[in-house]
């Protein structure tokens, strides 16, 4: 089954604990990106990656790190939580290819607080 | 910025009624899409608009495009209990691979 998995789905922890949030996907796909999605806010890009060691800030980038050394990986690392980033964050990924499908794909989301 | 912005923010109906959703947005697009949100829970895209598409239909659902108004509509006919999400619209601009996706509307599906 085509999928993009995110671990863990729930995460409370402590200001200034270092916490990765993992996201996979089955498809191929070169593009991956990482979107937090907030009340009255909507869904803005964190960080994205075209391909393989190839990654770009988002809207939001600041108090966040990502890899990407598979294709099928894109972990996203909070090295110093605050409480402002409590939110619900969602991975997502879709091919790169001009002409064809657009559909991306989503994670089923981690939300994430931090106290 | 956000490029797409869904009116209304919420929308309240009946059952078997049909509900409608419009989205604006500011600067030329390659295609616009719809995605639904379930509360909680991941995006599910539905529907893709190419900016050379004035209209597409997909069962229920249909969308147009207004690309002289910056413009498209969510039409979705003979609503049901299950049709009740957020439902985003996302565009991609000419040239570029980032999504923007707007708010969202709320709506709601009554029995």
């Known amino acids: 089954e085509a999928q993009v998995t995110q671990n863990p789905r729930y995460l409370i922890t402590v200001t200034g604990k270092k916490l990765t949030v993992t996201c996979s996907q089955n498809?191929?796909?070169?593009?991956m990106s990482w979107y937090r999605q907030d009340p009255g806010l909507g869904l803005r890009q964190i960080y994205y990656?075209?391909?393989?060691?190839?990654?770009d800030k988002g809207d939001v980038p600041e108090g966040y790190k990502v890899s990407r050394k598979e294709k099928r990986n894109f972990p996203l690392i909070l090295e110093s939580p605050s409480p402002n980033q409590t939110s619900l964050y969602f991975c997502?990924?879709?091919?790169?290819?001009?002409?064809?499908?657009?559909?991306?794909?989503f994670g089923p989301g981690t939300r994430l607080t931090v106290l | 910025s956000q490029q797409g912005e869904e009116d209304p923010q919420a929308l309240s109906i009946q059952e078997g009624e049909n509900a409608t959703m419009n989205c604006s947005y500011k600067?030329?697009?390659?295609?616009l899409q719809w995605y639904r949100q379930n509360s909680g829970r991941g995006l599910v895209h539905l529907i893709l608009?190419?900016?050379?598409?004035r209209e597409k239909h997909s069962g229920r659902l249909r969308v147009t495009l207004d690309t002289s108004k910056k413009s498209s509509s969510l039409l979705i006919t003979a609503s049901r209990a299950a049709d009740t999400a957020s439902y985003f619209c996302?565009?991609?601009?000419?040239?570029?691979?980032?999504?923007?996706f707007g708010q969202g509307t709320r709506l709601t599906i009554n029995p």
């Open positions: 608009i190419r900016s050379n598409e």
């Open positions: 600067t030329s697009i390659n295609n």
């Open positions: 990656s075209m391909n393989v060691e190839v990654t």
């Open positions: 996302a565009t991609r601009k000419a040239g570029a691979q980032k999504l923007v």
């Open positions: 498809m191929n796909h070169e593009y």
């Open positions: 997502a990924s879709r091919f790169v290819r001009e002409g064809g499908t657009d559909t991306q794909y």
